[in-house]
């Protein structure tokens, strides 16, 4: 069975511009999470999405929002991008939300100049 | 704020020694509980798991952890550690009645020296 997949790999942008990420989930998998890792603040939780509904979401500001389609793909968008945004971006699928575990993508690193 | 502590950030150790690693985390509820391994230039990877039952788990490559409930602790433990060992370690606790979010401890950066 694939494994999650995520695009790019890599992402350089100038502040103010915006920026989205691709993850493709394993397959049978329903459940997508996002999060944001940096070497300051770690791994932080962004959002979580089960059948195409947002079902928790972070401390993150607004600029940051997700999505996930019909077939769990998700995607996630980071609008007026700023400096302290760069940061290794990791999706996580699952099959189910408690009582499950996740599996992590190899990132996106986004790079903001 | 829910919490996850890794008590040690770095650990260096020599090859055959013991290793445990610290983890406690600040929910009273019913959690589930993770430790993630995140070798260099490689994803994170899940070492092992525990949802409920026996709290002594086992996971991959002879690692086991140890769920105390009243100590709200989740130690990871492997007596003999490889060169090949050498990795971020991640503790993670999901809070059952919140979805499947995931808290991370900071994480530990193992170095074992040949």
């Known amino acids: 069975k694939a494994g999650v997949t995520q695009t790019p790999r890599y992402l350089i942008k100038t502040r103010g511009q915006q920026v989205t990420l691709s993850c493709s989930p394993i397959s049978g998998h329903r459940s997508v999470s996002w999060y944001q890792q940096t070497p300051g603040q770690g791994l932080q939780f962004l959002f979580e999405?089960?059948?195409?509904?947002?079902?928790n979401k972070g401390n993150f500001p607004g600029r940051f929002s997700g999505r996930q389609f019909s077939n769990s793909r998700s995607e996630m968008n980071v609008s007026t991008l700023e400096l302290g945004d760069s940061a290794l971006y990791l999706c996580a699928s699952s099959s189910g939300l408690a009582s499950y575990e996740q599996y992590f993508g190899p990132g996106t690193r986004l790079t903001v100049t | 704020a829910q919490s996850v502590s890794q008590h040690n950030h770095h650990v260096i150790l020599s090859e055959a020694a013991s290793l445990e690693l610290g983890c406690n985390y600040s929910?009273?509820?019913?959690?589930?509980l993770f430790w993630y391994v995140q070798y260099p230039g490689q994803h994170l990877q899940l070492l092992l798991k525990y949802f409920s039952g026996d709290p002594l788990v086992k996971g991959i490559k002879g690692f086991e952890a140890e769920f105390i409930k009243s100590k709200f602790s989740f130690n990871l433990r492997k007596p003999s550690v490889q060169w090949s060992d050498t990795a971020e370690y991640f503790c993670a606790v999901k809070m059952v009645d919140q979805g499947g979010k995931l808290i991370f401890g900071q994480g530990t950066e193992l170095s074992v020296k040949p």
């Open positions: 999405y089960f059948s195409e509904t947002q079902r």
């Open positions: 929910y009273g509820g019913t959690v589930n």
